[in-house]
């Protein structure tokens, strides 16, 4: 059984022209860039990271497309993950997706949303609008047979 | 001893035994009675695919018999037969055949029609195959996802084979246990060499999963014992073998004949089928079979030739064949048929994708152990293998159950013929021949062939459509995690909780509708102030060099005539100028843009823009903001010094307008605050991060003790909204409703060039209007919903009405349409008058909320 | 249970992840007469067709493919 962590992850939105984010250099400090498509780019990093991830990603798309937008919208983002060497079994409870690699990162369907999910080692990591935090919770735990483990 | 009950009697289980080769052995030969006739039906196929040994296992019916693994302690009972299977008083029904032609119930019983529903209850008692457990609550069972590049349906040597051969992720579903068919030491011996080559080869082997269908994908629901199995494939190789073919001629169902493979199983279970019994063998099976039988017991006699009638009276005891040297007729406690292959092709049939190919005996019925082998590794391979046609195939006599589920006889065929019902398929509708539980796996060849030998023209004499799913699956199973809403809660929601609020389901929403006394939220909101959470409402930035074109596109409204720091009230319409969603839009400093739109209609404001920025090309930057911003609505004549109470920054008209927005601090928590109008009261809707939505509430609920705070929910905004005549969609509202019929034709800019709906709105302003929402006063309380009528016509209906405290009496809204080209001014709901009038009911000049 | 829609950014997925959009259709209209056609009729053919997709459930974004409607398979 494996467990279920809620994830302090800090989420930077840039949307974008295409060709700039083709051109955008992703941003160090440990973040995972995602390029959810091709007008839009999701960064994920530690929150202690955040402001200077957003500053980084900010000054760069600048050049490339002034008119871009880099908010910070971690509010907007709730992440549970799912840890253990059974949490690639337990989250096909939860959805069809096969399972990202480690760094790798999928978008679609998980317990009836729309989530993205992370690649990691034995986690899987899935984010999700923060309105359905409680009902991931729910199902991870009734479906996937997981166990919250509070901070 | 290990035992198990059988209808209360104890019986003796060895071993690897089946419930049927148990029960078979303790001397049970009737397991069911036939649906209409109440005939005695014993073991037949003894492979699980035809519904003559259907039985409940512990409260659980539907079990087949002969493949249910026996177990110490079950509980099983024969599910037709009243009081017993062995004693049937409905057995008399096997004497009413005149009484019940086919099609009976079209022609009996339907007159007097006060007759039917009571033969109709009588009927549904007579037949029927188990009862279900009353249960009190179903619980889903767990369902989980599979991806695969193959899946192997079938786990024999074919299914096997082909699953080692096959790479990439590989699956097998296996509806018994891997072997449990195998009737003879060589073929057994191949599935135990093919089951380790699977596993070597890392093949997830899923014994007791069913297959019920094929769907598009190609992907593949597996039934197990306890889960449910959506698997995906790239490929499917189905490797369902077949079974020997059902035979037609007099008395072919009387208990004690057997399909050829199945009586072999059953004598692999040291089970003796009868002392005395008699192979008919056209296929090259014969001996195979025989010799299994004799193993354990029986004195066996292996002929050729076609079967021409079998009698008995419970059970078979003689039968007359034709063989080449002439008719013989044999004494037989036992008759085992292997007259032709069926392969069994239903999954095969269901799935026109090339994806889905066949493997084995399901191809090539009758192919030697090596043929299938090597047939697996082919289809593993991607080669196609070209279905061989099952021959020999055997005669239909003059009379038999062609569908034994069922009891279609060849004769009631021979009557629906008669009748004018002339194709495969009409004649399974009306007889209802393979419409069983067997779901055609004994018959569905046999009724082609009818047609074909009736002469039916082409195209009316194929076999019928095989559809999912094969088996019947549990509510429980088809429940399984996909049907439930997924519920959206807002950061307040422990708050309201704590409050005591009633939580309603908005859509997708979880909202407070009152905290108690939704009367006294009124009040507050009218008097004093108020606050409430509105985080669920669409929330979108949109920013780029495009983004005044997308707007102006997309929307009605004139967006250059927004100056920064405005805010205007936004209307979205569809291509059909139809009123689609509403809700704000708010020019910021900066030149990027924010709009609002109504909670249920954010997901579709998200689409309807993205649409337009695609197919227009534009350069144009979307967020979605809705899960990210919080909102709270601080509305009443205290409204302003409430937050100047919480902040050091400028309220006044000049910093923030009417209708404008302003970024202010509150409580030390950024928010962009609204001025906008929905209640009709000084409001500013403070939008800010989600992240500090709690502390923003209790810091207003706590500064607002001074004006006696209470915050409101949705019954109090009901309210307060129709005070104002500002109107619910898709409550107050209709599909086909364009802005003039609502009155809102000033939120349109039509001297735009062009915008979404445009053109509709011109089409329509040719067109005399014909319907129109007003304001309505009652004198009394009327319901909503309720018909508006004059002169006992219906001519409209109200769509929301309320007591209103502040502006005293009954109000509502509702559609009406023009009578002889004039809108009526008065007009009856039931006992009540309903008298138009203009809205807005409260504070029509809008002073209170421009205060 | 899976008609796959060919999403260029999150590849095939099964149809319950968008919403339909119908037949691909014309932006707008240069007069009230071919606007009415442009709103409310349809080709309605019987095979392959260029249709619009949501990923609603994915990257919400949409997309223009070409599908059979005959043998409810996608081009690609």
């Avoid at chain 1, 989250?91 to 480690?102: E, G, N, Q």
């Avoid at chain 2, 089946?18 to 036939?34: D, E, K, L, W």
Wanted: aromatic share 6%; with cysteine; net charge negative.
């Amino acid at each position: 059984m494996p467990e279920l962590r809620g994830g302090q992850l800090a989420v930077i939105l840039c949307a974008a022209d295409a060709e700039a984010l083709d051109a955008l250099v992703a941003p160090g400090h440990g973040a995972r860039t995602l390029r959810t498509c091709s007008d839009e780019v999701l960064v994920v990093a530690a929150p202690d990271v955040a402001d200077t991830v957003a500053r980084e990603v900010r000054d760069r798309i600048a050049a490339l497309d002034p008119d871009a937008l880099v908010l910070d919208v971690t509010d907007g983002w709730s992440a549970w993950s799912l840890i253990g060497a059974d949490a690639a079994h337990a989250f096909s409870y939860l959805s069809a997706l096969p399972v990202p690699d480690p760094g790798g990162f999928t978008q679609g369907d998980v317990a009836r949303i729309g989530a993205t999910v992370l690649g990691g080692d034995d986690a899987v990591t899935i984010l999700v609008p923060a309105y359905w935090r409680q009902h991931v919770r729910e199902r991870a735990i009734r479906d996937a047979n997981a166990i919250e483990v509070r901070p | 001893m290990a035992t198990l009950r059988l209808d209360g009697r104890r019986i003796e289980v060895q071993d690897g035994d089946t419930i049927g080769a148990a029960a078979f052995r303790a001397g049970v030969r009737t397991f069911s009675r036939s649906l209409k006739s109440h005939r005695r039906r014993g073991l037949y196929c003894g492979t699980g695919d035809c519904a003559n040994c259907l039985v409940t296992v512990d409260g659980m019916p539907g079990a087949r018999a002969c493949v249910t693994e026996a177990r110490d302690g079950m509980r099983v009972t024969r599910e037709t037969g009243w009081p017993s299977a062995d004693r049937d008083t409905l057995a008399i029904m096997d004497r009413m055949h005149w009484a019940t032609p086919v099609g009976f119930y079209y022609k009996v019983f339907s007159r007097p029609r006060w007759l039917w529903p009571l033969a109709e209850r009588v009927i549904r008692r007579a037949t029927g195959t188990g009862t279900l457990p009353p249960t009190e609550h179903v619980t889903a069972t767990p369902t989980r996802f599979l991806r695969v590049d193959t899946l192997v349906i079938g786990g024999g040597v074919a299914g096997l084979a082909a699953a080692a051969a096959a790479t990439g992720r590989v699956a097998v579903a296996e509806g018994g246990s891997i072997g449990a068919a195998a009737i003879d030491p060589e073929a057994r011996a191949a599935i135990d060499r093919l089951a380790v080559q699977a596993r070597v080869a890392g093949v997830e082997i899923l014994e007791r999963h069913a297959a019920i269908g094929i769907y598009e994908g190609p992907s593949v629901p597996l039934l197990g014992p306890d889960e449910l199995v959506e698997v995906e494939a790239s490929r499917v190789i189905v490797a369902t073998g077949a079974i020997e073919a059902h035979g037609v001629f007099p008395g072919n169902d009387l208990p004690g004949i057997w399909l050829g493979r199945g009586a072999a199983r059953v004598a692999a279970a040291g089970v003796k089928i009868g002392d005395r019994a008699i192979v008919v063998a056209n296929t090259d099976a014969g001996e195979r079979i025989g010799a299994a039988l004799r193993a354990a017991g029986a004195h066996v006699t292996v002929v050729t030739g076609r079967v021409l009638e079998a009698r008995g009276r419970t059970q078979v005891s003689s039968v007359t064949v034709l063989t080449p040297q002439g008719r013989r007729a044999y004494a037989c406690d036992a008759l085992v048929l292997s007259l032709g292959w069926a392969p069994r092709d239903s999954l095969l049939r269901m799935s026109p994708d090339p994806e889905v190919v066949g493997a084995g005996e399901v191809v090539l019925p009758g192919c030697s152990l090596t043929a299938a082998e090597d047939s697996g590794r082919a289809a593993a391979r991607g080669e196609s293998v070209e279905a061989r046609l099952a021959e020999p195939w055997p005669v239909l006599e003059h009379e038999g159950y062609v569908c034994v589920c069922e009891d279609v006889r060849v004769h009631d065929l021979e009557a629906a013929w008669e009748e004018g019902w002339t194709s495969s398929e009409i004649l399974k509708r009306y007889t209802t021949a393979t419409m069983g539980p067997c779901q055609a796996a004994l018959c569905s060849r046999h009724l082609a062939a009818f047609t074909q030998e009736k002469g039916a023209v082409p195209g009316a004499t194929g076999r019928t459509t095989a559809r999912p799913p094969l088996r019947a699956p549990r509510l429980e199973e088809l429940i399984g995690g996909v049907h439930e809403q997924a519920e959206r809660r807002t950061a307040l929601h422990e708050r309201h909780h704590a409050l005591g609020a009633r939580m309603d389901h908005s859509g997708l929403w979880l909202r407070p509708g009152t905290y108690g006394e939704f009367r006294e939220e009124i009040r507050a909101v009218r008097q004093r102030v108020s606050v409430m959470d509105v985080s669920t409402l669409g929330k979108f930035l949109v920013g780029g060099r495009d983004a005044r074109a997308l707007l102006d596109w997309t929307f009605p409204l004139d967006v250059a005539s927004v100056a920064p720091g405005r805010a205007r009230y936004l209307l979205a319409l569809d291509e059909a100028g139809y009123v689609m969603d509403d809700g704000l839009l708010a020019a910021l400093r900066d030149g990027t843009f924010f709009l609002t739109s109504t909670s249920g209609g954010a997901d579709r404001m998200e689409a309807w823009l993205r649409n337009w920025i695609d197919r227009l090309d534009l350069h144009a930057h979307l967020v979605n903001q809705t899960a990210q911003l919080g909102a709270i609505n601080v509305a009443g004549p205290h409204a302003r010094d409430l937050l100047a109470a919480l902040s050091g920054d400028d309220l006044s008209r000049e910093a923030i307008p009417y209708p404008g927005h302003g970024e202010i601090e509150v409580a030390g928590v950024p928010c962009r605050a609204l001025a906008v109008g929905f209640v009709g009261e000084l409001s500013y809707e403070l939008h800010h991060p989600r992240g500090r939505s709690v502390e923003l509430w209790d810091a207003l609920l706590d500064a607002g003790r001074r004006w006696d705070i209470r915050p409101h929910g949705l019954d109090a905004l009901d309210v307060l909204r129709l005070e104002k005549g500002h109107v619910y969609l898709a409550q107050d509202t209709m599909p086909d409703d364009h802005p003039t019929k609502l009155g809102l034709d000033w939120a349109v800019a039509m001297r735009k060039p062009d915008f979404v709906g445009k053109r509709a709105l011109e089409r329509m302003a040719q067109l005399p209007l014909e319907r129109s929402l007003v304001g309505l006063r009652f004198d009394g309380s009327p319901q909503r919903g309720h018909p508006l009528t004059v002169d006992g016509a219906i001519v409209g209906r109200i769509t929301s009405c309320t007591e209103s405290e502040a502006v005293g009496g009954s109000i509502g809204l509702g559609w009406v349409r023009a009578v002889d080209g004039v809108f009526p001014a008065q007009l009856r709901a039931g006992e009540l008058t309903a008298t138009v009038v203009p809205t807005p009911f409260y504070d029509p000049g809008g002073e209170r909320l421009r205060a | 249970m899976s008609l796959l829609v060919p999403c260029p950014t999150c590849g095939d997925r099964p149809f319950t992840e968008f919403a339909f959009g119908g037949e691909l259709r014309d932006v707008s209209s240069p007069d009230t007469a071919s606007d009415f056609a442009r709103v409310y009729l349809r080709e309605n053919t019987a095979s392959a067709q260029e249709e619009r997709w949501f990923h609603l459930l994915g990257c919400r974004r949409w997309v223009t493919v070409r599908r059979d409607t005959t043998a409810n398979r996608f081009e690609r």
